[in-house]
Structures are given as C-alpha cells and as structure tokens.
C-alpha cells in the first residue's frame, strides 16, 4: 500500500505541530516533522548528518534534500513495517522550496500520494511573538529574534511559491492560524471531514 501523504506547511509559529497533534489523536495520520527528523538525526551518536544539519539550522538555511527525503522515506517505511494500517501522514515543514519539491517528486513519483497541501496561513508578527514564547521552554536553538527573522524571510522567500504552485493545482486547502487553537481546529476538521 502507497503512503497517503498531506503536507502540512506555513510559517514559523504558524502552529502546524500543535494542529498535527490534534489530527493525529483524531484521525489516525501518522505526524512526521521534517524538523524533528532532522533535529534528532543531528543528536544522532554516529550520524554521518550530524555535524551538517547543525550548520543549516543554525543559519536559518534549508538542509540539502536528499538528506531531509532519505529522513521521510526511512520513517514512513518503518510505520508501515510496524503497522500496515498507518499508511497516511502529515508531513509538517516540507516542501520547504522548489529543490525539496523536485527531490520530492523524483525519489518518491509513484511511491507516495500527495492528497492536498493543508496550509497555515498567519502573520509574521504573530509567528514571531509565538516562537519567542515557545523559546522560553522549547530548548530550541532557533527560537531567537535573530534566528525567526531568517526564518521567516526564507519562509517568504523559498516556501510561499511552493504553496502558490499546488493553490495554481487546486491542492491548498488555507486555514487562518492567527486564531485560538480551538478555532483553527474546527477549520481543520472540516477540511479533513471533506477530504476523508
């Protein structure tokens, strides 16, 4: 069976990890976060990433596709191997750019289906005051002024045009993030009501 994939994109804080949660607890889709894979593959003993992934997230820079695609790859076949049920996955934070998408389409053309693109749509100054707050807790290295500010003009610079080409598709569905938490999720599920 075909991983059944939506992709789950937005900016910074636009808070793409806390809906993902909510879905996952109400629709069985397995969460795979291209940051978390990426950020846990650098604390990896022995990752030949390690050291690489640490220099792009520090900059606010995109980490080269092969290496966030071979991530996705190996974590989707092992929920499959686990569980032949959990075919369907959110995939939060990727494509980030036309590079990931081309990555994307070239390694995985026919070995996954793209459903739609469940876009977060928020301000950046919201984004911000959000991963500040974040920051206090998270231990993130990048929830810095200095950092999201990078982040969020990569974001505008390499990601937007990515949502723009699957909206030209009919594949966006747009939700507005700057709400509660509550009120974005009733967006979501009657997006995922829809969309099965």
């Known amino acids: ?3 059944v994939v939506v992709f789950v994109l937005g900016g910074p804080g636009a808070g793409k990890g806390t809906q993902c949660a909510r879905i996952v607890e109400k629709y069985g889709y397995t969460h795979l976060s291209a940051g978390d894979l990426l950020r846990d593959e650098r ?16 900059e ?13 790859k190996r974590a989707m076949d092992q929920t499959m191997a686990a569980n032949s ?23 995985m053309d026919g070995k996954a289906d793209v459903s739609f693109v469940l876009f977060f749509d928020c301000d950046n100054e919201i984004c911000i005051g959000r991963c500040l707050e974040r920051g206090k807790s998270s231990g993130r290295s990048d ?11 990569t974001y505008l610079q390499s990601t937007r045009p990515i949502i723009d080409l699957y909206e030209r598709m009919g594949k966006v569905r747009r939700v507005d993030a700057s709400k ?8 979501v599920v009657q997006i995922f009501d829809k969309e099965g």
């Open 143 to 153: 929830d810095n002024r200095e950092s999201l500010e990078k982040r969020i003009h």
């Open 85 to 107: 049920q959990k075919h369907k996955f959110l995939i939060d934070g990727f494509p980030r750019n036309e590079d990931n998408l081309q990555g994307w389409n070239k390694t």
């Open 43 to 58: 604390k990896r003993p022995g990752s030949q990433y390690g050291e690489l992934i640490e220099n792009y997230i520090k």
């Open 1 to 3: 069976m075909k991983p």
């Open 180 to 187: 509660s938490v509550d009120e974005v999720f009733e967006k």
């Open 60 to 72: 606010g820079e995109i980490v080269p596709v092969e290496i966030t695609i071979s991530l996705l």
